[in-house]
């Protein structure tokens, strides 16, 4: 009887859980009939997003994965995906609002950005940062991270794209899709070709160069060390307006990467503490990057030259580069 009673209160027990797990899916639930859609702001590797209205200005991702819908264990990575992505709440992240659930319609609902990106400013405007600019940017890009982290979440797919600057704040978009996109990502590679989208590669740290295989973007080794490895491109990028490695060829990005060569900083003018932070970051042994929290009070503690406000006043970036 005794063991009768457990079994039964196991049942129960994973049935609420279910039950529970399914009606807080509901809450972020958006029916795809309510939203509205105007213009296309962009097309990315995996999706097509619209400026879009739900209650207000909002951002829609529409996801380009038309096989999804025939394959259970894929919707449920999306849902994983987005059930990760309700956590967030972070000054320093794109606020997320609901998704649309239901195959073939798949959608990320999240707050509309109304500055530009990182990527915008550094390599299509050529705006340049000072460094005491670079470190206020680096600093914003640290706390969001640090708290993506903290809640156990990767990024994954951390880049200048990826990061937009509104009025001197950052705001950091596309965290934990990675998986759900790459799906699409590995569904389009041709045999046994392994399809490197450009920009990509430089944010990729030696342990997930070395690990890059056909069709296998998805098992990548992804860790926080990982995400810190792109944080210091990104910090490359801020500081020389340019990525790592430019002009060569992937196949000798890759090498150099999995070898631990790094690019060179002879040409760089910055402190030396600046390169510090960039070499730690980029370590080859992931065991040696510093986390997110230790590179904030890193940053805190550069030097800085004397900055135009008061420090009773918030700090802006210059018109050359904010939005
Ligand atoms: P990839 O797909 O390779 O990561 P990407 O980052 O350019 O490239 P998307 O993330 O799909 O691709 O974004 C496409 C475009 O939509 C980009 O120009 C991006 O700046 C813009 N965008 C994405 N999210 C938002 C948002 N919340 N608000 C405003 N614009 C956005």
């Known amino acids: 009887l005794k063991c009768w009673k457990s079994v ?7 049935l609420w859980l279910e039950c529970w797990k399914s009606l807080s899916m509901k809450e972020w639930d958006i029916p795809y009939d309510e939203l509205k ?12 997003v619209y400026r879009g209205s739900w209650h207000g200005a909002v951002a829609v991702k529409l996801l380009h994965v038309h ?36 195959p073939p319609r798949l959608a990320i609902v999240t707050s509309l950005c109304k500055g530009m990106t990182l990527y915008t400013h550094i390599h299509l405007r050529k705006d340049k940062f000072t460094a005491n600019k670079s470190v206020i940017v680096a ?24 990061i937009f600057l509104e009025n001197g704040k950052v705001v950091i978009t596309d965290f934990g899709l990675f998986s759900v996109t790459k799906l699409c990502f590995s569904n ?3 045999g046994d070709s392994l399809g490197i989208p450009p920009g990509w590669l430089c944010y990729l740290a ?44 992937p196949e000798a990005i890759i090498w150099q990467v999995g070898k631990g060569v790094k690019p060179s900083l002879a040409n760089m ?26 590179l904030l009070s890193t940053l805190e503690k550069l030097p800085r030259k004397r900055l135009a406000r008061s420090p ?4 802006h970036l210059s018109r050359s580069a904010d939005s």
């Not at 039964?8 to 994973?14: H, N, V």
């Not at 926080?224 to 002009?247: I, M, R, S």
């Open 139 to 162: 600093q914003q890009i640290s706390q969001g991270m640090g708290y993506l982290h903290a809640r156990g979440i990767l990024h994954k797919d951390l880049k200048t794209k990826n």
């Open 37 to 48: 859609l105007f213009e296309v702001i962009g097309a990315g590797r995996f999706g097509t």
């Open 67 to 102: 096989s999804l819908s025939d394959h259970c264990a894929q919707l449920d990575t999306f849902k994983h995906e987005v059930a990760t992505f309700r956590k967030t709440r972070h000054e320093n992240l794109v606020l997320f609002m609901g998704a649309c659930m239901k």
């Open 312 to 315: 009773s006043h918030p700090v």
């Open 206 to 249: 030696p342990e997930l160069v070395r690990a890059l295989r056909p069709h296998a973007s998805l098992h990548l080794p992804f860790s926080k060390c990982t995400d810190v490895y792109a944080f210091g491109t990104v910090w490359y990028e801020l500081l020389c307006g340019e990525y790592p490695f430019k002009g060569q060829p």
């Open 8 to 14: 039964w209160l196991e049942c129960w027990k994973s």
């Open 269 to 294: 003018q910055a402190s030396r503490d600046i390169k510090d932070i960039l070499m730690l970051c980029w370590s080859y042994r992931s065991s040696e990057r510093p986390d997110f929290p230790h």
């Open 188 to 190: 389009n590679a041709r």
